[in-house]
Protein backbone atom coordinates (compact mmCIF):
# COMPACT_ATOMS: atom_id res chain seq x y z
CA UNK A 1 0.00 0.00 0.00
CA UNK A 2 1.57 3.28 -1.23
CA UNK A 3 0.18 6.44 1.52
CA UNK A 4 0.44 9.65 0.46
CA UNK A 5 0.91 12.91 2.96
CA UNK A 6 0.08 16.46 1.75
CA UNK A 7 0.98 19.68 3.24
CA UNK A 8 1.39 23.52 2.15
CA UNK A 9 -2.21 24.77 1.67
CA UNK A 10 -3.24 27.79 3.11
CA UNK A 11 -5.16 31.14 2.59
CA UNK A 12 -3.33 33.58 0.74
CA UNK A 13 -4.48 36.46 -0.90
CA UNK A 14 -4.72 37.06 -5.24
CA UNK A 15 -1.11 37.29 -6.54
CA UNK A 16 0.56 35.47 -3.57
CA UNK A 17 2.55 32.04 -3.46
CA UNK A 18 2.11 28.54 -2.44
CA UNK A 19 3.89 25.18 -2.48
CA UNK A 20 2.41 21.98 -2.05
CA UNK A 21 4.17 18.79 -1.06
CA UNK A 22 3.12 15.02 -1.20
CA UNK A 23 5.24 12.91 0.51
CA UNK A 24 5.04 9.54 -0.57
CA UNK A 25 5.45 6.73 1.58
CA UNK A 26 7.90 4.36 -0.34
CA UNK A 27 10.65 5.62 -2.70
CA UNK A 28 8.80 7.39 -5.75
CA UNK A 29 11.45 5.35 -8.06
CA UNK A 30 8.80 2.96 -7.97
CA UNK A 31 6.25 5.01 -9.87
CA UNK A 32 5.43 5.74 -13.27
CA UNK A 33 2.91 9.33 -12.64
CA UNK A 34 2.99 11.77 -9.94
CA UNK A 35 -0.03 14.95 -10.17
CA UNK A 36 -1.90 16.87 -8.69
CA UNK A 37 -5.82 17.23 -9.11
CA UNK A 38 -8.06 19.95 -7.38
CA UNK A 39 -11.72 19.94 -6.34
CA UNK A 40 -13.67 23.22 -5.81
CA UNK A 41 -17.08 23.58 -4.30
CA UNK A 42 -20.17 21.93 -6.37
CA UNK A 43 -17.50 21.40 -9.45
CA UNK A 44 -16.02 17.93 -10.30
CA UNK A 45 -12.09 17.06 -9.35
CA UNK A 46 -10.04 18.26 -12.36
CA UNK A 47 -6.00 17.71 -13.15
CA UNK A 48 -3.92 20.32 -12.57
CA UNK A 49 -0.61 19.01 -13.63
CA UNK A 50 1.79 15.79 -13.80
CA UNK A 51 4.74 14.73 -13.62
CA UNK A 52 6.34 11.70 -15.24
CA UNK A 53 9.12 10.00 -12.57
CA UNK A 54 11.04 8.67 -15.43
CA UNK A 55 12.15 11.27 -17.51
CA UNK A 56 10.58 14.23 -15.79
CA UNK A 57 8.19 15.05 -18.79
CA UNK A 58 5.06 17.50 -17.41
CA UNK A 59 1.71 18.59 -18.06
CA UNK A 60 0.10 21.57 -17.22
CA UNK A 61 -3.64 22.31 -17.43
CA UNK A 62 -4.51 25.91 -19.44
CA UNK A 63 -5.47 27.67 -16.86
CA UNK A 64 -2.28 27.47 -14.63
CA UNK A 65 -0.07 27.12 -17.42
CA UNK A 66 2.63 29.37 -17.48
CA UNK A 67 2.05 29.81 -12.86
CA UNK A 68 1.93 26.52 -11.33
CA UNK A 69 5.29 24.16 -11.26
CA UNK A 70 5.58 21.05 -10.64
CA UNK A 71 8.41 18.93 -9.56
CA UNK A 72 9.91 16.00 -8.07
CA UNK A 73 12.55 15.39 -5.62
CA UNK A 74 13.92 11.77 -5.41
CA UNK A 75 15.62 11.86 -2.06
CA UNK A 76 12.74 12.96 -0.10
CA UNK A 77 10.15 10.64 -1.99
CA UNK A 78 8.33 14.27 -2.77
CA UNK A 79 6.34 15.95 -5.32
CA UNK A 80 5.86 19.51 -5.14
CA UNK A 81 3.28 21.90 -6.86
CA UNK A 82 5.10 26.21 -6.86
CA UNK A 83 1.98 27.86 -7.44
CA UNK A 84 2.21 31.56 -8.15
CA UNK A 85 0.13 34.20 -9.15
CA UNK A 86 -2.40 32.81 -7.74
CA UNK A 87 -6.08 33.77 -8.21
CA UNK A 88 -9.46 33.36 -6.71
CA UNK A 89 -10.24 30.90 -9.20
CA UNK A 90 -7.92 28.35 -8.03
CA UNK A 91 -9.45 28.13 -4.89
CA UNK A 92 -9.98 24.59 -4.18
CA UNK A 93 -9.34 21.19 -2.09
CA UNK A 94 -5.95 20.31 -4.12
CA UNK A 95 -4.91 16.19 -4.36
CA UNK A 96 -1.86 14.28 -4.94
CA UNK A 97 -2.28 11.22 -6.77
CA UNK A 98 0.84 8.80 -7.67
CA UNK A 99 0.27 5.60 -10.34
CA UNK A 100 2.41 2.62 -10.18
CA UNK A 101 4.18 0.79 -12.80
CA UNK A 102 1.11 -1.76 -12.64
CA UNK A 103 -1.41 1.16 -13.26
CA UNK A 104 -2.69 1.27 -9.24
CA UNK A 105 -3.70 4.73 -8.08
CA UNK A 106 -3.31 6.41 -4.88
CA UNK A 107 -4.93 9.48 -3.45
CA UNK A 108 -3.92 11.95 -0.75
CA UNK A 109 -6.17 13.24 1.67
CA UNK A 110 -6.39 16.69 0.27
CA UNK A 111 -5.23 20.26 1.12
CA UNK A 112 -7.05 23.26 1.09
CA UNK A 113 -6.32 26.39 -0.83
CA UNK A 114 -8.13 29.33 -0.15
CA UNK A 115 -7.25 32.24 -2.50
CA UNK A 116 -8.90 35.74 -1.84
CA UNK A 117 -9.70 38.46 -4.43
Known amino acids: QVQLVESGGGLVQAGGSLRLSCTVS????????MGWYRQAPGQQRELVAT????????YYADSVKGRFTISRDYTKNTVYLQMNSLKFEDTAVYYC??????????WGQGTQVSVSS
Open 97 to 106: KVVNGRGNEY
Open 26 to 33: RSILSLNL
Open 51 to 58: IRIAGGST
